[in-house]
């Protein structure tokens, strides 16, 4: 009798072994996954500071090219604002 629990206990060691190496491997794997996710969260994060650059280059080009824009703009409304009054000018003479 003694025989048969000394070989229920050593079986249920191997159980409890087993298990404990189950678990460990299925944490090492989950280990693994999160790694990968984390190397995939730093090339995206790294991609899109890369496109944050290119956004901001092209916004502050856009905005260069509505200045110069604006300027010319304000100063044909002041040329064409010049030619009224003196027309007004004329005709009022």
Known sequence: MSGK???LEGTA???????????????SD????????QVQIQRDIESLKSQTKKNE??????????DVKLEVLTGEL????????????DITK
């Open 57 to 66: 280059s092209s916004i502050s080009q856009l905005k260069e090219a509505l």
């Open 30 to 37: 989950d280990l693994k996954e999160m790694k990968g996710i």
């Open 5 to 7: 629990k000394g070989k």
């Open 13 to 27: 060691e191997e159980d409890f072994e087993t298990f404990v190496r189950h678990q460990l491997s299925s944490i």
């Open 78 to 89: 002041y040329e064409t604002n010049t030619r009224i009054d003196r027309i007004e000018n």
